[in-house]
C-alpha cells in the first residue's frame, strides 16, 4: 500500500538559512510525487511534481526537490528561507494514469516556522 | 476561469442534522476528490470520482455519501451528523496525463 512519511512535524529556521524537510514514501510501481504548501486558512498549492527524468526537479518560490529511488525519498530544499515561506508542507505519493485509482495520499504535514 | 470553488466556506451542524457540500470545477476535469484534513493526519480521502455518474470509496468513507450527476460537480453528503465528523474538507480535481491534483479553497465544518 501506499504510505507517505513526514518525520518532522515542526521545523523553525531563521530567515535566510537554508531548509530542508524530509519525505520519505512507500510505493510498489513507479511514483508520481508532489510537494504541497497550505497557508493558514487556505487551500492547497504546488510546488513542484516529479514523474520521471531528471532526479531534481524545481519548483515555484524557489524550492527543489530531489528524488532518490534507493533511498525512496523526496525532500523538498530551499537555499534562502523567506518569513513568507512559514507555511505547512505536504508530501504526497501517487501513481501513474491508471494505477492505484489515481489516488493521491498525503503525508501528516510538516509546519515551518521562520524566525527573523 | 475560477478553478475548483466550494461551498459553503463555514458551517455549524448539531449532532444528527444533515447537510451538503457542494464542489465545482470548470477546467472540464474527469476525476474529482474529497478529502478530510484533521491535525496531524494530512489529508485523507473520503470518496473520490473518475467521471459522470461514477462514485467510489476512498480510505474514510463512513459516514459521507457523494453524487456526481454533473462532470462539474461533485456533492459530499453528511446524513446524519456526529462531531467526529468536525474536520475541514477539501475538494480536489484532476484531468489530463498526470496525477496533479487542484484543490479548493475549504469548508469548515464544526458538529456540536
Known amino acids: 500500500a501506499q504510505s507517505v512519511t513526514q518525520p518532522d512535524i515542526h521545523i523553525t529556521v531563521s530567515e535566510g538559512a537554508s531548509l530542508e524537510l524530509r519525505c520519505n514514501y512507500s510505493?510498489?510501481?513507479?511514483?508520481?510525487l508532489f510537494w504541497y504548501v497550505q497557508s493558514p486558512g487556505q487551500g492547497l498549492q504546488l510546488l513542484l511534481k516529479?514523474?520521471?527524468?531528471?532526479?531534481l526537479v524545481q519548483g515555484i518560490k524557489g524550492f527543489e526537490a530531489e528524488f532518490k529511488r534507493s533511498q525512496s525519498s523526496f525532500n523538498l530544499r530551499k537555499p534562502s528561507v523567506h518569513w513568507s515561506d512559514a507555511a505547512e508542507y505536504f508530501c504526497?505519493?501517487?501513481?501513474?494514469?491508471?494505477?492505484?485509482?489515481?489516488?493521491?495520499?498525503f503525508g501528516a504535514g510538516t509546519i515551518l516556522r521562520v524566525k527573523s | 476561469n475560477a478553478g475548483v470553488t466550494q461551498t459553503p466556506k463555514f458551517r455549524v451542524l448539531k449532532t444528527g442534522q444533515s447537510m451538503t457540500l457542494l464542489c465545482a470545477q470548470d477546467?472540464?476535469?474527469?476525476?474529482m476528490y474529497w478529502y478530510r484534513q484533521d491535525p496531524g493526519m494530512g489529508l485523507r480521502l473520503i470518496h473520490y470520482?473518475?467521471?459522470?455518474?461514477?462514485?467510489a470509496k476512498g480510505e474514510v468513507p463512513d459516514g459521507y455519501n457523494v453524487s456526481r450527476l454533473k462532470k462539474q460537480n461533485f456533492l459530499l453528503g453528511l446524513e446524519s451528523a456526529a462531531p467526529s465528523q468536525t474536520s475541514v474538507y477539501f475538494c480536489a480535481s484532476r484531468g489530463g496525463r498526470d496525477n496533479e491534483q487542484f484543490f479548493g479553497p475549504g469548508t469548515r465544518l464544526t458538529v456540536l
Open positions: 504526497a505519493v501517487g501513481g501513474a494514469l491508471m494505477e492505484y485509482g489515481n489516488k493521491l495520499v
Open positions: 516529479y514523474f520521471s527524468g531528471d532526479t
Open positions: 510505493y510498489g510501481a513507479t511514483p508520481y
Open positions: 477546467m472540464n476535469h474527469e476525476y
Open positions: 470520482s473518475v467521471g459522470e455518474g461514477t462514485t
